[in-house]
């Protein structure tokens, strides 16, 4: 199904991909609202929930501050991946973009992207808003990435300005790029997705992220699906 590389830019989803986190479980989990809320975010990674149905109920659930989406951005960098920093840089090694798709918030991702050394403007994710005093105001409702099929559309948008893409992820909203003829490679490294791992034209199972230059790299025919 994929047609494979070469790729001008290879796109990681975020959370259960190069970190191990589900960060809006995390923000839940800190506000005490871990059991109410989880189920959602399963629901939704899992295509039987609309994204957007649960997004904003998550978020004015747990009314997130400043100083707990900096602590998140820390939390990414510490649950990294292993094997990403080593992969992102062998990518950028190779001529290649590396961005970031994440249906997470783009405050809390930016830290990861900069320990991983990929420039914020490769980084898509949902904008959130505070006041001055740190208090959570709203998230960017308009952002295609806060709900479903959110993923092509912005896979869509690198495309047609850098050149083909291939994304990387572990969620039903990763897989679903492929219905956009977006190449899509199933991550089950942090959480094996069954759904996703029937679909995907090609599947990692191991626990780091190495496997992915195999697919992505201009390499010899015989590694290629
Ligand atoms: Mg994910």
Do not use: W
């Not at 995390?26 to 929930?49: K, S, V």
């Not at 904003?56 to 649950?79: F, M, N």
């Not at 505070?130 to 948008?157: I, M, T, W």
């Amino acid at each position: 199904m994929n047609s494979g590389p070469p790729y001008a830019a290879i796109i990681f989803d975020c959370d259960s991909t190069l970190s191990s986190i589900e960060g809006i479980d995390e923000l839940a989990r800190q506000a005490g609202l871990y059991e109410q809320l989880a189920p959602l975010t399963a629901a939704a990674m899992e295509g039987r929930l609309a994204l957007e149905a649960v997004y904003r109920q998550r978020l004015d659930a747990i009314r997130p501050k400043l100083e707990s989406i900096a602590a998140l951005g820390e939390r990414y960098i510490r649950h990294v991946v292993p094997g990403a920093s080593e992969t992102i840089a062998a990518l950028h090694g190779g001529g290649k973009q590396v961005h970031i798709v994440s249906g997470g918030l783009r405050q809390a991702v930016l830290p990861l992207a900069a320990y991983l050394e990929i420039p914020p403007q490769r980084v898509h994710a949902v904008d959130i808003f505070f006041d001055e005093n740190g208090e959570y105001l709203d998230f960017d409702e308009a952002s295609p990435l806060a709900q479903s099929g959110g993923k092509s559309v912005v896979c869509r948008q690198v495309q047609t300005q850098q050149g083909k893409v291939v994304l990387i992820g572990d969620g039903v909203t990763d897989s679903e790029v492929m219905e956009a003829g977006i190449d899509f490679i199933g991550f089950g490294g942090v959480v094996k997705r069954t759904a996703v791992q029937h679909i995907a034209p090609l599947y990692i199972d191991e626990s780091n992220l190495l496997p992915v230059l195999d697919y992505v790299l201009p390499c010899p025919a015989s590694a290629r699906a």
